[in-house]
Each structure stands twice: as structure tokens, then as C-alpha cells.
């Protein structure tokens, strides 16, 4: 025997229970192959779920090797083993016959097309394998990609017989006897019925191998996904693929009395929907399927909690993959879930409500359950309908989790936190009592709550809700009393806060509405990521919110606000945040920012000043292409100039400053060591120096964008845009800059200087985004870029007025690349 194998019993199994957590069935599968003793050892960690393995590993994002499983054994090897080891008394339906054979393919350059592939057909003869599989088996949660015919073999080669047999009149009974064939009128829609019949092939297969591997070993089976369209299956005995003696008849009246030990359902719904949504008659026939199949669901569940009281515990479901082509998506209705899980026995004391599935649940025994460890809550998944409805009436919800700290809540009421409230100054009471040193009978003389979980006492020994994260969607109200609850109530544990209305809801209010934010908020030291975004409405912020969190590393803040009067700009004051690593500010809050604040942040990582853009017709769009005709509102220059109480030295007469309405210059010259994008949009794109690139060694993207309908803010770039101010003098050299966007009415005082600009600051560009700049053409720029030999330039965007013909590309040597993406250089 080999040294591994006189491994102790125990440090073997240590070993596999890790390479088990570690989702490695590589690993696993080749042990499997070392010896027997291995082999009995191994088993069952490997086909105890054999399908919890995903087919490809999640790829890391920070490394550029491809971490993809590049031959998954598990997605296809247990499919065919764990078939070929059926029983030797089960008959294989020939659609799995014919789709588990193995296809081998040939010496490549065989010129014999009836060479190209060798077959090794699946049988049941010859002696049983020494190890059993199916044996092992305890989950069967099968899905379209593990069980599949393409994880078995592929359409453009596949085994000997069936393409000849999806042509028979047998498979095209079977399609509609599965209701698997498109009616009359959908049959026009269908422009390739080769490839239906493929897909038919696959709908067939998977279904039959999901009942074929289930029903010999049901009694094992502890969780178990069911396609919907094999119920019938499960509740009529009779389509069972075995004899049954008369005993085993009045023992067992259907399969579902076989899965005692099942504690985990979940329902595949794959039933195809081919129906038009105007052919009333197909509504109606579509509507009938769904009631029998849902009531196919409540009835299983039905009987095996009559079987069995109390073992099933969970039952989920979720739409089918497994037919690719069109069909209509459809989903369990709320009212069905909450059925079957009011046949469940009550989830025992849950930490988490993050989902509809977990909400569903609850609300299904909404006394009955202990939320005292509930930790997270999204109230924001059950949108419409029955469940919403129910959710609504239980509005003691979040009261009831006291170990709640994420949180997901859509806006209803500005009440919404009022016990909160009325706990933090229940508390402060009892604080103070017992500061001047009342009795503890008298503490319990002042209280009227009882003893109940939510009494005084337990709030006095467990304090308050220790909320960390929360989230409040649609806050299409004006007011942020719901807002300054959190914040004055959860003020001490709160780290992350989102609160966003997004643009044409149902409850937005007027756009000129205004909402102030940060008025009546508490300091917040432990505060790391703050999200507010306000849609059409103007985001006022108190000047010293951002004072009031210190420790922010990530902040986002936002209005869609297109056009203003700067005389109505109030800057808040500078803050210190030595943590920030990301900002994002746009509309009036980008406008209201104090940019001292740039001087404390050297940790930071991204920076973005933006405002919103018109649309082509004048309507606001909160994301801009390349070539789209959005453009920014940005003030007359005038009153850019008087505004930060600069002068401009082409005007003719020297502005006037107004000194109550003068905001703090931008000085350009933070020391950012870390910063990699830089995003500004408007005035301050039209503000922006160069010679702040000196203090971002490591910035790789600029993007500069200031395209006005009217395009009369022009920037002209000189010299002294290429060096740092005086005394230093030094030249401006960006060595990490790999990306520069510059959008408008850019222009170089002598065409030449274009060159040097691109090529001398930026000796390492790779992508150039040139749109709007005036007095160059495509040639020049190719030309300038080509007659550098230092330029890395690989990919170049124009307007569209620069596209070339075919001609021209093949003189100029370009490549264009895919609609909207620019040209490539050729090397």
C-alpha cells in the first residue's frame, strides 16, 4: 500500500472535506482514479451532491490568467456515469440511449467522413462496476447546464442516430405529447425547425434523466429539483418505470411515499410557452397550463407533508434554461409560494430575510417565527401583489429583528422609524434614571410595555437595533424626515447609507422641488459609504454634512439639475476625509462643493465632477456615448469668470467681482498619489489645469467633457497648459495615462503643438477620444501619431463627420472597429 493510503482514517477525511469546501472536483475526481481504497474513501464526497460543483470557476477580476475550468469533469462525467450505473431491470427511454453514448473524436486530417467520430454506445451488459454511485447520492439538483446535451457532446457532432431519429415520426409524437410543438400560428415564427428539433431533443433529454436518476434511489434522496413537467410522475404510480408487487401497492400509493427523508424541493419550472399575447385563445390555454402546473406543485407538497409531517422544510422555484429558443418567461405566482409554504413547518430562529423566497416564508407564519436573529432584512423584493400586501400588514417587522444590520426598505411613510424613535427615547430615560440612581423598582414602575420582546426590559438589556447598512429606495418625497430618523437613531453603529428616487416613478414630485438633506443629522464617526441621489429634484446639502463624517471612504452624491443661476450656489465648507478612496458628484451637489476638501484626501482613488446632459430633443440622459448629441450646460463665460472672481484676459472690460456671491477658487495643485480616474464634466471640465496631473503620478484615465449646444465655450491650449506654474516650470509629463477623453470645442493655438501635446504629456496613451476639437482632421491625427515613434496610441474616436472610406481606411492604414468604438491603428 502506498504512503497516502496509510493516512489515518481521520486526516483523509480533514483533507477531502477541504477540497470538498473548495469546489475542486478535479482534485477529488483524479483521487477518485488512485485505488480502491481511495476510491470507497472519496465517493462520497464527490457524488454525495455531484452537481453542486458550478461548470466554470468565478474568474478573479484582478488577474488577467483565465481561471476557467477548461474541461469541467463534473458537469458531464456523473451525468453519464451516474446513468450507466441505472439498474440493470431499468429500460432506458431512447432518447437517453442515444444521448449518453460517448463521442470520441478522430485523428485529425482522416479524410474518411465516416472515420470522423468513434462511438462507445452505453449498455447494461457485462459485470457491475465495483463502485456505486448512485448509492452516494443524497442531493439531485440537476440544471440545463450539468445535464445537458452540449456538456455531452456537441450539435456539430453528435453520435451516430440522432439526427436520423429527430427526423422520425416517434420524436415528433413524443414533441407533442410534451407540448413541445409551436400551434399553427406560432409556427410562422418558427425560421429553423432543424434547430427546434435539436432543442426539442435537449428539453427531452434533460427531462427524462432527471426522473430516470431520481426514482431509484428517492428513499435516499434528502433535496431534490423536479422539472414541473414530471409531476405527474411523482403523483401517479403507475408511470413508474418498474414492476410493483401487489404488497408494495398497499404499502405505497404513489413516489412521493418514498422520499421520507426529503427535506428540500426545488421546482424547475420548464413548461414551454408558445403563445402570442393578442390570440386570446392562446392566453386562455396558457392560462389553464399554469393553473394545473402550480396546482401540480401545492399538490405534491400536499401529500408528502401528510406522508410525512414536519421532514419537508424548504420548496423553491425557479424558470427552466433548458429551452433556448423563444418562449414566454413565467414565474410561480406569490399567492402559490405562500400556499405551499403554509404547509411548512415555520423557519427556527433565521438570520437572514434577504430574499422573496425567505419573505415568502415568513410571511407564511409571520407569528409563529423568531426574528430576534435576523440580520438582514430587503423589504424591497416583494414589489406588487398578494406578498406586498401581506408585508404591509406587518409592519412590526423590523422592530422584531434586534440583530438587524443590513436593511433594504422602499420609502411609504415618514413614520416609518418611529419606533426607533420612541426605543431610543424610552432608553435615554432609563439612562438617566438610573444616572441619578433610581431603584430597579422604580424603573419597572415607569414602564407600560410588559415583559414582551419588545418590552423596556429587553430593550434595556439588549439596547438598540445595531443597524450597519441600509438602503431606501423610491424616496420620491420631498421631505428626509424618514432620512434623519435613521441617521439620528442609528447614528452610532450606521456605515453605509443609500438613499435613492429614480427619474419617472410613480410618486416623483415636481422637478423644481427641492429637498436639503444633512440639516438635522448627528455626527457620524463610523460612517464609511454614503449614496444619495435625488432624480429631478435639486439636492441641497448642508453645508456641514460632509464635516460631520470623517471617516467616509466612499461618497456619491447626485442631482439630475441641468441648468442653475450661480448666484444661488452656497458652498458648503471644506472637510477633512483622509479615508476617501471615491467621489462622485454631480448637479447642484457638484456645484456646492468646497475643493479645499481635495487637500485631505491623498488616499484617494477615483474622483468624478460631472453634471447632467440634454438629450437630443432637449430632454435630460443621465449616461453620454462618444458619439451621442448629449450636451452640458455650462454658464456664459462672464459669469464663470465672476462667479469664482477670476478675470478673463480676452474680455475687452474687466468684470466687476460681487464678493457675497464669490466661491472658493479651484486651485488645481492637490496632491492625489494615488488617484487613477478623473472624470469632470461642464464648468469644470472648462476650468480644469493640467498642471494638476503633476500632483496624480499614478492616474490612468482623464476625461474631460464640455460639449455645449452652442459650443462657445472653447478652450485654447497653449505652452503653458505643457508646464507647471512658475517658479517651477518643469514640464507636465502624465507617465501613467493610458486613456484621455477629451470632448468639445478643444483647439490648439498652432496645429503642430496637437503632437507634442498628446505624445510628450502623455508619453504612455493608448486611447484617444478626440470629439469636437476644432482645426484638425483625421490625417493629421494619424499622421501625427504615425510620425511619432514613442506613440503607443492603439485606438482613436471622432466625431462622426471624420468617417472614412474604404479607401481612405486602407491608405491611412486603419482599422475600424465595432459601431460606436472608433478606429484602430495598424501596426
Known amino acids: 500500500m502506498d504512503t497516502l493510503s496509510q493516512l489515518p482514517l481521520e486526516c483523509l477525511h480533514i483533507i477531502l472535506e477541504f477540497l470538498a469546501q473548495d469546489d475542486n472536483p478535479l482534485s477529488l475526481a483524479s483521487l477518485l482514479q ?65 444521448g449518453i453514448q460517448t463521442v470520441i473524436p478522430s485523428v485529425p486530417g482522416s479524410g474518411d467522413p465516416s472515420h470522423t467520430t468513434t462511438v462507445a454506445t452505453a449498455t447494461k451488459s457485462g459485470p457491475p462496476s465495483p463502485l456505486n454511485y448512485l448509492a452516494q447520492v443524497r442531493h439531485l439538483h440537476l440544471q440545463s447546464w450539468a445535464i445537458g446535451v452540449d456538456q455531452l457532446w456537441k450539435w456539430t457532432q453528435p453520435p451516430p442516430g440522432v439526427e436520423s431519429y429527430i427526423l422520425t415520426q416517434e420524436f415528433q409524437d413524443l414533441c407533442k405529447a410534451a407540448h413541445l410543438v409551436p400551434s399553427c400560428e406560432w409556427s410562422y415564427f418558427i425560421r429553423n425547425w432543424h434547430e427546434l428539433n435539436q432543442n426539442c431533443f435537449q428539453v427531452l433529454f434533460f427531462r427524462e434523466a432527471s426522473w430516470a436518476l431520481a426514482e431509484p434511489i428517492l428513499e435516499q434522496l434528502q433535496s431534490l429539483t423536479i422539472p414541473t413537467s414530471t409531476l405527474a410522475r411523482y403523483l401517479d404510480p403507475s408511470t413508474v418505470g418498474r414492476r410493483i408487487r401487489k404488497l408494495e401497492r398497499r404499502l405505497v400509493s404513489s413516489p412521493i411515499c418514498r422520499l421520507r427523508r426529503l427535506e428540500r424541493i426545488h421546482f424547475l419550472l420548464d413548461r414551454v410557452a408558445f403563445r402570442d399575447v393578442e390570440l386570446e385563445r392562446d392566453i386562455d390555454t396558457a392560462r389553464r397550463e399554469e393553473e394545473m402546473e402550480f396546482g401540480s406543485m401545492v399538490r405534491f407538497v400536499q401529500e408528502h407533508t401528510r406522508s410525512f409531517p414536519g421532514v419537508l422544510k424548504t420548496v423553491t422555484t425557479s424558470q427552466s434554461s433548458v429551452w433556448t429558443l423563444r418562449q414566454q418567461v413565467y414565474s410561480c405566482p406569490e399567492k402559490t409560494q405562500l400556499e405551499i409554504n403554509r404547509l411548512l413547518p415555520a423557519m427556527v430562529k433565521p438570520t437572514s430575510l434577504g430574499s422573496p423566497d425567505l419573505l415568502l416564508r415568513f410571511l407564511a407564519h409571520p407569528e409563529a417565527i423568531d426574528l430576534s436573529r435576523v440580520a438582514e432584512l430587503d423589504l424591497t423584493m416583494l414589489k406588487d401583489g398578494y406578498g406586498r400586501s401581506m408585508l404591509n400588514e406587518n409592519r412590526n417587522i423590523m422592530q422584531r429583528c434586534r440583530a438587524l444590520r443590513k436593511l433594504k426598505i422602499d420609502y411609504t411613510e415618514e413614520d416609518t422609524f418611529r419606533w426607533a424613535m420612541d426605543e431610543q427615547k424610552f432608553l435615554e430615560q432609563l439612562g438617566y434614571m438610573a444616572h441619578i440612581s433610581r431603584s430597579h423598582q422604580d424603573l419597572q414602575a415607569i414602564t407600560e410595555w410588559g415583559e414582551d420582546v419588545s418590552g423596556p426590559s429587553e430593550l434595556w438589556r439588549k439596547r438598540l437595533v445595531p443597524l450597519e447598512d441600509i438602503d431606501i429606495n423610491n424616496w420620491a418625497s420631498a421631505s428626509t424626515k424618514m432620512l434623519d430618523d435613521v441617521v439620528n437613531t442609528f447614528g452610532l453603529t450606521l456605515k453605509r447609507l443609500c438613499a435613492i428616487d429614480w427619474l419617472g416613478s410613480e410618486n416623483s414630485v415636481a422637478p423644481s422641488t427641492h429637498c436639503y438633506v444633512g440639516g438635522n443629522w448627528v455626527d457620524l464617526q463610523v460612517l464609511t459609504h454614503l449614496k444619495l441621489y435625488t432624480g429631478a429634484r435639486r439636492l441641497v446639502i448642508d453645508r456641514y454634512l460632509l464635516t460631520r463624517c470623517p471617516n467616509l471612504s466612499y461618497v456619491s452624491i447626485e442631482d439630475d439639475i441641468v441648468e442653475y443661476n450661480w448666484r444661488d450656489v452656497k458652498t458648503s465648507l471644506p472637510a477633512r476625509l483622509p479615508s476617501l478612496e471615491s467621489l462622485t458628484l454631480a448637479g447642484w451637489p457638484a456645484l456646492t462643493f468646497h475643493p479645499e476638501t481635495l ?50 484676459d480676452s474680455a475687452a472690460n474687466p468684470l466687476t467681482p460681487v464678493p457675497e456671491f464669490i466661491r472658493p477658487k479651484w486651485t488645481w495643485d492637490w496632491h492625489l498619489p494615488h488617484l487613477v480616474s478623473l472624470e469632470l464634466s461642464s464648468e469644470f471640465a472648462f476650468l480644469f489645469q493640467f498642471h494638476m496631473l503633476q500632483g496624480c503620478p499614478a492616474l490612468q484615465s482623464l476625461e474631460l467633457e464640455m460639449r455645449t449646444p452652442t459650443s462657445s465655450h472653447r478652450r485654447t491650449i497653449t505652452s503653458v497648459d505643457m508646464f507647471a506654474p512658475y517658479p517651477s516650470c518643469d514640464p507636465i509629463i502624465a507617465t501613467s495615462l493610458t486613456k484621455l477623453c477629451m470632448h468639445g470645442p478643444w483647439r490648439f493655438i498652432e496645429p503642430s503643438m496637437a503632437a507634442s501635446f498628446l505624445t510628450g504629456m502623455f508619453p504612455s496613451l493608448e486611447s484617444l477620444s478626440a470629439i469636437g476639437w476644432y482645426g484638425l482632421s483625421l490625417p493629421d491625427f494619424v499622421q501625427w501619431i504615425r510620425g511619432t515613434p514613442e506613440s503607443r496610441i492603439k485606438k482613436l474616436f471622432l466625431d462622426r463627420g471624420y468617417c472614412c472610406s474604404t479607401a481612405d481606411m486602407k491608405r491611412l492604414r486603419l482599422i475600424e472597429k465595432e459601431e460606436g468604438a472608433g478606429y484602430g491603428l495598424e501596426n
Do not use: C, M
Request: glycine share 4%.
Open 599 to 648: 487637500h485631505s484626501t491623498s488616499q484617494l482613488k477615483g474622483l468624478s465632477i460631472t453634471s447632467y446632459t440634454y438629450g437630443d430633443e432637449g430632454y435630460p440622459w443621465d449616461s453620454i456615448s462618444i458619439f451621442s448629441n448629449y450636451y452640458h450646460y455650462i454658464p456664459p463665460i462672464e459669469d464663470i469668470y465672476q462667479s469664482y472672481g477670476l478675470q478673463d
Open 34 to 98: 488512485t485505488n480502491r481504497y481511495f476510491a470507497n474513501v472519496i465517493l462520497p464526497y464527490l457524488y454525495q451532491n455531484p452537481y453542486r460543483f458550478s461548470p466554470y470557476k468565478t474568474p478573479d477580476p484582478l488577474s488577467s490568467r483565465d481561471t476557467r475550468v477548461k474541461d469541467p469533469v463534473i458537469p458531464h462525467i456523473p451525468t453519464r456515469t451516474l446513468l450507466n450505473s441505472l439498474p440493470h431491470s431499468v429500460v432506458i427511454p431512447k432518447v437517453l440511449s442515444l
